[in-house]
């Protein structure tokens, strides 16, 4: 529908549409008319020196420059990309037998037969000059890129020819000439990583400083080497890649039901999928809370030490950690007659120095945006006090109590980059960005202005408990275990069943009706004195709860009464649990627990 121009404008001002939005629109349509010809004129212009090298260059002179071209980027670039990159190296760059660059060459030779308006913008190209460029901010209207050697800014216009893609702190090395108020490039460039663009800086300075030349003369003499550099982000005689080992073990499983019900009760092993064709658990090693203040609802991190799947009556862990193929190993002694190991595999890759891998799952709310996921799993707040293998194994606030600002600030840069140019490959659409300011204000560096939220924003991370999420199943066959040893329905999921139920089968297994009568009866006397204890767990059972179970406790319960042959089988009962609690890492005072038993021994009975 057409506004009248004496009509109220419809953006709502109040204004008349002529003297409002009709104006703006007419400043649009004349500057996309002045883009339009300028590219034109540009096209027109670069059609003419190219044509005029190609003259001066038959495909006999053209062609050895090319390999030339390649030869000193080490291959580096993409194929098709050699024609162009060479005809803008011997256009800007290159100086021919006869002292000229191809524009001076180009302007000397065919400068008169030119208009007015190509002669201008000619002469202007003549001029520029090549720099590495950093974008620091960004409108709607224009991207702010700064000179990283001279840190003078430009506002770079935003137009898809111009800069059909944008990333945080993308970097290049280019020409930028001036049109209007805005600044365009010219000719080719790659967009790069800040840590790309810093390494290839590093070289042009130690080139500088090793020729005696000007930035400006390294930057069009060795520009093919430039482009080499800038291919990597590590210096000479740095180690570039690490061994990793994925390892799987296959179990074959004899008692299917069995394995499962120890997998299922285990509060180490999360429930991933469980249906009737698989089963998959994953290994817990931490679990983590994410909280954003653009996110209604935290996002749960855990990262694992394995992941194991059971289908067909054969059971897989996979892991990176060998050790926990060991840990495994130990945790199903007990099943034993279950389970066979049958085969042992192992993939080694090699992987990026400074890339970390570590099996992680991450748990969202339906209504949080997918791409959270990868913003909970980034951690970079964790990273601030993590050792980085690319950094000698200083973490980010180590390097900043160095004075190493910089390096903190390009790996922050760097992982910002990396972090939106992967979500936008992976999701396309993205209303929030990922939080780097968080970690900013905590290491005292300036804000990201690509960020989100800008100085509002705000993360955390932090570790939380990891808990039993599902109540205790019990095989049909094992009740009479559990009512033996006076659990009921109420008291089957407390911290202490299992691991009491499993030391009690593994201690009379094959044994006398006298044995396992000592155990059951022990056993329940503990079960009964910790179900009064108000604690949630093994490692609240400090010192004094074990103090007051064995001095008075258990006294109590048997009206103090209780001969030294009672008191020694309870004893050397709950020793002997301690000890096996004390292999799998769940109580950690256990020569402190033996030593309290001998001395009570000592001290009542002589």
Known sequence: MSVGRNESCPCGSGKKYKKCCMKKEKVVQLKGLREEKFYQQKAALTGQISEFLHTELPTSKFLPLETQFKKRTNHQLETNAYPIFTQFWLTFCYTFDNGMRGIDWFLKEKGNRLTQEEREMAEQWAQLKLQFVEAVDRTEDYTLFKDLHTEETYKVSNSPENLPYYFPWMSTIGLLEKMGDRYYFNGVREIKSPKNIDHAKKYVDKLVEEHGLSHEQVMRDYYPEILQAAESTLEDGDIKETELTHYHHQYKLHDVERVENFLYNNELFEIDVWNEEKKQLIWVNSKKIYTDNMLDEPAILMSLHATIEIRDNMLQISTYEEEILH????????????????????????????????????????????????????????????????????????????????????????????????????????????????????????????????????????????????????????????????????????????????????????????????????????????????????????????????????????????????????????????????????????????????????????
Request: glycine share 4%.
């Open 327 to 606: 840990a495994f190993s130990k945790k199903i002694e007990k099943l034993n007659d279950a389970m066979e190991l049958v085969n042992e595999e192992k993939e080694t890759f090699l992987s990026p120095l400074n890339v970390s891998i570590q099996q992680s799952v991450v748990r969202l709310s339906k209504e949080t945006p997918h791409y959270f996921g990868l913003y909970t799993q980034l951690n970079n707040q964790e990273e601030i006090d993590q050792p980085i293998p690319a950094y000698n194994n200083q973490s980010l606030r180590e390097l900043m109590a160095e004075g190493k600002t910089d390096v903190v600030d390009i790996h922050l840069k760097d992982s910002e980059y990396n972090m939106y140019h992967h979500v936008m490959r992976a999701f396309e659409d993205v209303d929030v960005t990922a939080d780097f300011n968080t970690v900013r204000k905590e290491l005292g560096l300036p804000l990201s202005p690509f960020v989100t939220g800008g100085e509002k924003r705000y993360s955390s991370i932090s570790e939380v408990p990891i808990e039993k999420e599902r109540n205790t199943v019990i095989l049909r066959s094992d009740i009479p275990i559990y009512e033996g040893l006076g659990f009921t329905p109420t008291t089957v999921d407390a911290f202490y069943t299992a691991d009491m139920v499993s030391f009690y089968v593994e201690k009379t297994k094959g044994k006398s009706a006298a044995t396992e009568k000592k155990y059951r009866t022990n056993l329940y006397d503990l079960r009964e004195l910790l179900e009064e204890k108000e604690i949630d767990s093994w490692d609240a059972c400090d010192m004094s709860v074990w103090e007051a179970i064995f001095t008075e406790d258990i006294f109590e319960m048997y009206d103090q009464y209780m001969s030294k042959t009672h008191y020694k089988e309870f004893t050397s009962t709950i020793k002997a649990l301690i000890k096996e609690l004390a292999k799998e890492d769940k109580i950690a005072v256990e020569k402190e627990i033996i030593e309290l038993v001998k001395q009570c021994e000592q001290k009542f009975f002589g």
